[in-house]
């Protein structure tokens, strides 16, 4: 009798241990799942965008469903940032990575040695276009700001890679290479998002209906953006803007604008003795009263070619970094205000 009764006693022991670690099993093999598919312990799918417009897509897209990280810390300079190994081993913790290839240098080198991570290239989806922008050529006015050249542009920018030709530019650097600074025409941005909200749905199919809704609300939140744009710069006594650097193709396309830049797609390029005196000239001639400047790059040869054609500084953001208040839309609403006042728009 006391044997089964030990016997009984160690049975249930047993059976109680087993019990226990089935349910420790049960509940790590839960956990493991719920980090493979959301990317993290918070149940968020763990995503990383390269700088502030991409991440301000993803999150309006992503919600409260995903948690989105910048590459690019705020208030960096992003054509010149370079990516450590600790930001890489953080990249390799998400599940994608959105980014402009050809944008980022050294973001577009670690992309290759990211394991299980998603590199989502948004050039893909806007079709990149070059943009001249510089008077290096002796190109007068009509060959920078008519409306045909406008319009021919802003085609270009609506078509297909058929040939791959126009997108192939975008592994340049210098300013021959594809203009990446597509976040600047709301309709570009537009697709770019259908981009994020398949590739979110894609990794995180239990919640592709609330990306798809986010995605929607979007798509008429940047629709809206692009009317205000079309109507503010409709009727207006200047259709030209001189700027830093040319980071404003796209949106001098898409509103029949033609701009001006100190300097090419990279704004750490110096401009030349040769560029300041065409651009004076040219700011002389064609009754500019408005430089404009950027919040991330030395205003120095803005403002000395201000003050020696008479004319103001203003800001018009390049929208390269999270600004200091309000977000995306803020930016651009603040954009549009700055471009009425220079250009005189009704």
Not at 44 to 65: C, E, M, N, R
Not at 108 to 127: E, M, P, R, Y
Not at 316 to 335: F, Q, R, V
């Amino acid at each position: 009798m006391i044997m089964v009764l030990m016997f009984n006693r160690h049975r249930t022991r047993i059976v109680a241990a087993m019990s226990a670690l089935t349910l420790a099993l049960g509940l790590a093999s839960c956990s493991d799942s719920s980090d493979d598919s959301k990317g993290g312990s918070s149940g968020k799918l763990k995503v990383a965008a390269s700088f502030y417009p991409i991440q301000w897509l993803t999150q309006q897209i992503g919600g409260d469903h995903v948690d989105v990280s910048s590459v690019t810390p705020a208030g960096t300079e992003p054509h010149e940032f370079e990516i450590g190994t600790k930001q890489i081993a953080e990249l390799n913790k998400t599940k994608a990575l959105f980014y402009v290839k050809g944008f980022q240098p050294s973001l577009d080198d670690a992309v290759g040695s990211l394991s299980d991570v998603s590199a989502v290239d948004l050039t893909k989806n806007v079709n990149l276009v070059h943009h001249e922008g510089l008077l290096e050529h002796d190109h007068g006015d009509k060959d920078h700001g008519d409306k045909k050249d406008g319009e021919a542009k802003k085609d270009d920018g609506e078509k297909g890679h058929e040939d791959g030709k126009e997108h192939d530019h975008a592994e340049g650097r210098g300013d021959d290479a594809a203009d990446p600074h597509f976040w600047l025409d709301p309709a570009r941005m537009k697709r770019a998002a259908d981009a994020i909200a398949a590739e979110l749905s894609k990794k995180d199919p239990g919640h592709a209906d609330a990306y798809k809704k986010n995605n929607e609300a979007l798509q008429k939140k940047l629709d809206g953006l692009d009317k205000s744009f079309q109507t503010g710069l409709a009727t207006c006594e200047r259709r030209s803007i001189v700027t830093t650097h040319t980071a404003f193709g796209y949106l001098a396309d898409r509103y029949k604008l033609s701009q001006v830049g100190l300097s090419g797609i990279d704004p750490e390029s110096e401009p030349s003795p040769a560029t300041l005196a065409k651009v004076k000239k040219y700011v002389q001639e064609n009754g500019t009263t408005t430089i404009f400047t950027e919040e991330l790059v030395s205003g120095k040869p803005a403002e000395t070619l201000a003050k020696e054609t008479k004319t103001v500084t203003a800001v018009l953001s390049p929208l390269e970094s999270k600004p200091e208040k309000g977000d995306y839309e803020a930016a651009m609403t603040g954009n549009l205000t700055a471009l009425k006042k220079a250009l005189a728009c009704k």
